[in-house]
C-alpha cells in the first residue's frame, strides 16, 4: 500500500523567529518536491518558528503570524499535499492558547490536523508553558493512506526509567497505540530532537522498534541545525515495518530526500553508514561535527562573521581557536596572545604554532604593565594584605577586558574557551577566562578534550602536540599547575560524569569504588559554583546534561551529600 | 463549627534544601503551638525543602530524605496535628516521579493526603518539570471537621485571561469545585507565592472571592523570606465565609499565629492595617521592604556578610548601597569610588555625601592610569582606530575588575547596580557595571527607583539631593548623558513597561498613542539584547514579569515587530 504515495522528507535548519526566511525555505523544498512528482512532503515539528521559540510563543501576534505564515504556504499546495509542524490556537476557553500541531496543507489549504500529546518538561525542554496537550486521536487520510502522525516525544511514550530520577513519564496515554486503534498503514513522525552524543543510537533504537511493533512503515523527519546552546543532528530516517532502517539522512545537513515504496525492497542501510571510516571513536567524530555546526550557525544566525580566541597555549584554547578556523574559516579567527610574567616560554610558542597551523591572525598584547598599574591603584586598599587568588583573577580579568575591547573595537564575537570540568568545579574566573558570547567546548569535559585533540590532528598536526604533552597550567602564579588545585582529570572527570550526566548521588558514586573523601571533595565544589555558572554565556550542547537551561539548581541553597 | 478548632498559621521562612534547619524550624513551632493548646497547625507548600527546589527535585536521595524528614517531623505530633508541604513520591509505574503534597502529620504518623492539581508552569514556575497532576479529590476529615486543603495555584483555577497571552488556564480542572461536592465546613491553602508589588491584592481577591463564593472560612499560609531572586512576602490570612479578611500576617517575617473560632465575631481587619501610615505609595514602600528581604537572605544564606558597591555619584549605586546598609548594617558595606578622566567633581562628592549619609566605608581608587596602561598595550592592535565605545567599556570593566579584586581580596559581594530600563535596552557593559553577585534593582524601572530614592529620605537625607537632581551619566566620555543614547526615563520605561511586563505587543503599545519610530527603536534594542541579559547575576523580583527565569527569549533569533 504505501508503496503508492511518493514521500518527501524535508530536513531542515530554521532560525528561530524568522517566519519569513522559514516559511521560504518550507515553500523552496514543497516546489522542488512538486517537480519531482512528490505526493507528500513532510517537514519537522516547529518549523515554521524553529525550534525551541521559548517565550516568543506568548507572544499573541507572533502566534498569529506564525499561522498566516503556513495558511501562504498551503497556497502552495497544490497537486502536493504537506505535513509541516506549526503552534496552532486553542479555541477552548480552558486550557493553554496553543497546542504544538502538525498542519496538513492539501488543495491549497492548511488544517491543524494533530497536535502534540505527550510535551516534554526535563532538561532543556519546558512545552507544558506553552502548549496544551492532545487528548483526541484521529488518522490522517490521504490518497487512500491511513497515517498515524505523532509529533517527537508522543513516539517516546515508554522509554525507560532512568536511574537518574529524571525520569519521563508522566504519560499515562500511549498515543501510539491509540492511533493504532484506528487502523494505520503508515507512520509519520515530526520532531525536533537535539544531538547529544548518545542520541541518535536511542533515537533510531526507540523508533525502530516503534515501526516493527506496530508493523508500520515510519517516516522520521528531524530538524538539523543550531539554535543557540541547542544543536539539531538531523538524521531523519525512512524504517520499514520490520523495524530496519531503509534510509537515515545524513547527520547536521539540510537534504530533500524523495522515495517511494521501492525503497523497502532493497537491503536495509547500514545504521551508521554516513559516519566516516576509520579508528576515531563514534562520539569524538560526532562531538566534532555538533561543535561545527553550532559554531557556524551561531554565527550565521546572529549575522556575525568574525570570532576572537585568548590563547595561552593551553588545550582548551588551541581547540576552540581550530574548532572556529574550520566553522567560520581562518581569515574569520583572531588570537590574542597576553603573556604575563608567569607565562611560561612555551605558553607563547605553542600559540604561536597553533596560530600557524591553523591560519588564524594573532597579537600579542602583554599584560605585565596593566597588571602593575592595577597593583599599584590597589596598594592602598591591599596594604598588608599578601598576594592570594585576588591578583591570579585580576591577571584573567585584565584579559578578559582586552578580548571584550578587541571584541567591540572590530565587531568579533569573543569565544569562551571553559571546558566542562572546569565549568564544573568552578576553576575559573568570572568576567575573566569564564567571558565570551558561546562557550564551545563547555559541555566536553576535559578528557573528551584530548580525545578530540588527537582526532583534530588525524590528517596533520593542528593543535600542537607540546600544547597536548604538556600539564594543563593556568599560569597566573609561578609553577602552577592544574593538578595543584585540582585531580588530575583522569580521576575528575569519572566522578563530574556520575554526577552531572547521570545524575548519580553521593552514595551511589561512592558505592562505585570511588574514594569517599574524594567524592565529597568533587561534588562540594560543584555544588559551590552555582554562582558562577550562572553568569556564563551560552554552552553548545552536545552531552545529555550540559550546564545552562537543562540543569536548573538552585544558587543560594543548603547542599548535602546523600 | 470551625470555632470548636484551635489553628496556628506557622508564617515561615525556609532555605532550599536545608532540610535539618527547616525540619527544626517545623519542630519548634509545632513545639510552642502545643504549648497554647492548637489542634492544627498549618505549614507553607514544600516546607520542607523550601519552594523552589528546583532540579534538587531530580535526586533521588534528596527526595528520600525530604520524606525522611517529614516523618521525623510527625514523631512531634502527638496531642497537636499538623499540614506541611512537602513532596511525596508517586508509586504509580507511569507519570512523574514526585506529587507536590499536602501532608497530614497526626498521632504520631507523616500522610500525603492532599496532592496538588494545578502545577504552574508560567513565568519562573515549572512544576510539571518535578510533579504528577492531582486528579483524586479526597477531604481531610479531623476532629469532626470536613477540611478542603489546596495547594497554592489549586485556588486560583479561574484567574482571568489576560491580555499578555500569557495565561495559565492550562487547566479543565476546579480543585474547589470539587472539594465543594464532598461538603466541607472550613478551606486551607497551603502556598508559595512569591511577591511582586500588585501581588498582595490580587492574591487577596482570590483567595477572598473563593472564601465567600464556597462559604467557607479559609486558611492560606504562605513562606516568607527570599531565595535567590524569588521573594516570599508572607502575609498570611485568616478569612471568614463572607471573604473579609479577619487577620492578614505581616508581610515579609516570620509569624506564628493562633486562633480560634472567636476571630470571626471581630470586625474584619482593614486589608493593609499592616503598611506603614504616610504619603508614600504603597508598591514603592512594599518594593522597599522586599528588596531589604531579599538582600538580607541571599546574604545569611548564603553565610556571607559584607558587600562592596562602586560608588558612582549616580541614583543607582547610591540606592543600592543604602539598601545593602539598611539590610546588612553599614558596618559590613564598603563602597568603592573610581573616578576617571571623564568623571565630573561631583560624582566624587555626591558619592562621598552617600557614604557620609549611610555610614558604609569607602575607600577612592582612580582608574585614570590603569585605563592609560590599557591604551599603552592595545596601542598596536587599535593604530589608525578612533575611540568609540570601546574605550568606554574598558573603563566600565577596569572598575568591574577593581571590585571584584576587592570582593575577592576581603570577602565582600559584589552588588549589582543596574536598574531594569538600563538592563531591557542593554545600557550597561558586560563585566563591567553589568557585574556582580546579585542583581538588587534590576527589577525596578528607572522611573521608579526616583520614587524609591523619595522615600529613602522620608525621615532624613540617604540619598543626596544632587545625586536625585542631577542629569543620569554614565560618565564614560566627556559631557556624557544617558539622554545621548536612550529616550528620556519617563518615555522610555512606560514602552518598556508595556513590552516587558504587560508583553503587549509592538502594534497594541503604537495603538495606545506612542510614537511608532520610538517604539520600534525601545523594542529593538530590548531584543537586541538578550546576550547580555544571559550573564547578568540573578535579580530580585518585584514585579510580575522579572529579568531572569521567568523570562525565556531566545538569544539567537529573529525578531520582528508585529
Not at 561535527?289 to 551561531?298: E, F, N, Q, S
Not at 558514586?509 to 565529597?520: C, H, S, W, Y
Amino acid at each position: 500500500m504505501p508503496g503508492e504515495l511518493i514521500v518527501a522528507l524535508a530536513q531542515q535548519n530554521y532560525k528561530i523567529g524568522d517566519l519569513e526566511g522559514n516559511s521560504s525555505k518550507i515553500v523552496g523544498a514543497i516546489e522542488d518536491a512538486k517537480a519531482q512528482n512528490v505526493d507528500l512532503i513532510i517537514f519537522s515539528e516547529l518549523a515554521i518558528t524553529g525550534y525551541p521559540p521559548l517565550d516568543l510563543l506568548t507572544q499573541e501576534n507572533f502566534v498569529k503570524a506564525a499561522v498566516d505564515a503556513i495558511s501562504g504556504i498551503a497556497k502552495h499546495c497544490n497537486g502536493i499535499a504537506a505535513i509541516v509542524g506549526a503552534p496552532s490556537i486553542n479555541y477552548n476557553t480552558k486550557g493553554k492558547p496553543l497546542f504544538n500541531s502538525a498542519w496538513f496543507l492539501n488543495d491549497g489549504q492548511a488544517t491543524p490536523v494533530v497536535h502534540k500529546t505527550l510535551l516534554p518538561t526535563y532538561d532543556v525542554f519546558d512545552e507544558y508553558r506553552y502548549f496544551q496537550p492532545n487528548k483526541d486521536f484521529n488518522i490522517l487520510s490521504f490518497k487512500g493512506h491511513r497515517i498515524a502522525v505523532t509529533i517527537c516525544e508522543d513516539i517516546w511514550d515508554d522509554r525507560p526509567v532512568d536511574k537518574s530520577f529524571d525520569r519521563n513519564h508522566l504519560y499515562t496515554l500511549s498515543p501510539m497505540q491509540k492511533l493504532a486503534a484506528l487502523k494505520p498503514d503508515m507512520a509519520v513522525n515530526i520532531a525536533a530532537s537535539p544531538f547529544s552524543y548518545t542520541q541518535h543510537e536511542t533515537r533510531r533504537q526507540v523508533l525502530c522498534k516503534k515501526a516493527a511493533a506496530y508493523n508500520m512503515p515510519l517516516y522520521y523527519v528531524n530538524q538539523t541545525g543550531a539554535n543557540c546552546e541547542l544543536i539539531f543532528d538531523g538524521g531523519s530516517m525512512v524504517i520499514d515495518n520490520k523495524g530496519r532502517v531503509a534510509r537515515r539522512l545524513e547527520f547536521f545537513k539540510e537534504q530533500l530526500f524523495i522515495t517511494d515504496g521501492s525503497i523497502f525492497e532493497k537491503a536495509p542501510e547500514e545504521a551508521d553508514a554516513d559516519l566516516p571510516e576509520g579508528p576515531w571513536p563514534k562520539d569524538i567524530v560526532l562531538i566534532h561535527k555538533a561543535l561545527i555546526c553550532g559554531l557556524r550557525d551561531y554565527f550565521q544566525k546572529s549575522r556575525l562573521k568574525k570570532a576572537v580566541v585568548g590563547l595561552s597555549g593551553g588545550l582548551d584554547s588551541a581547540i576552540v581557536a581550530a574548532l572556529a578556523a574550520e566553522a567560520l574559516g581562518s581569515d574569520n579567527v583572531h588570537g590574542l596572545l597576553m603573556p604575563s610574567q608567569y607565562s611560561s616560554d612555551h605558553s607563547i610558542s605553542d600559540a604561536e604554532a597553533l596560530v600557524a597551523n591553523t591560519g588564524i591572525s594573532s597579537d600579542i598584547v602583554p599584560i605585565k604593565d596593566i597588571f602593575k598599574s592595577f597593583e599599584a591603584a590597589l596598594e592602598g586598599c591591599f596594604k598588608g594584605r599578601k598576594a592570594d587568588l585576588t591578583e591570579e583573577n585580576i591577571q584573567a580579568r585584565i584579559r578578559g577586558t582586552l578580548l571584550m575591547a578587541y571584541s567591540n573595537k572590530f565587531g568579533h564575537i569573543l569565544l569562551n574557551t571553559s571546558n566542562k570540568s572546569e565549568a564544573a568545579v568552578g576553576y575559573g574566573t568570572l568576567y575573566g577566562d569564564m567571558a565570551g558570547g558561546l562557550s564551545v567546548v563547555g559541555d566536553v569535559y576535559k578528557s573528551d578534550l584530548y580525545r578530540l585533540a588527537a582526532y583534530l590532528n588525524r590528517d596533520r598536526e593542528v593543535i600542537p602536540q607540546n600544547t597536548i604533552t604538556k600539564a594543563p597550567s593556568a599560569e597566573l602564579r609561578p609553577d602552577q599547575k592544574d593538578s595543584d588545585s585540582l585531580p588530575e582529570y583522569h580521576i575528575l572527570d569519572p566522578i563530574l560524569f556520575r554526577y552531572i550526566d547521570q545524575n548519580l548521588s553521593f552514595s551511589e558514586i561512592v558505592e562505585q569504588g570511588f574514594d569517599k573523601d574524594l567524592v565529597a571533595r568533587v561534588l562540594t565544589m560543584v555544588n559551590r559554583n552555582e554562582h558562577k555558572r550562572f553568569q556564563t554565556p551560552p554552552v553548545l550542547r552536545v552531552s545529555t546534561k550540559a550546564f545552562g537551561p537543562g540543569r536548573r539548581m538552585p544558587l543560594v541553597a543548603e547542599y548535602r551529600l546523600y
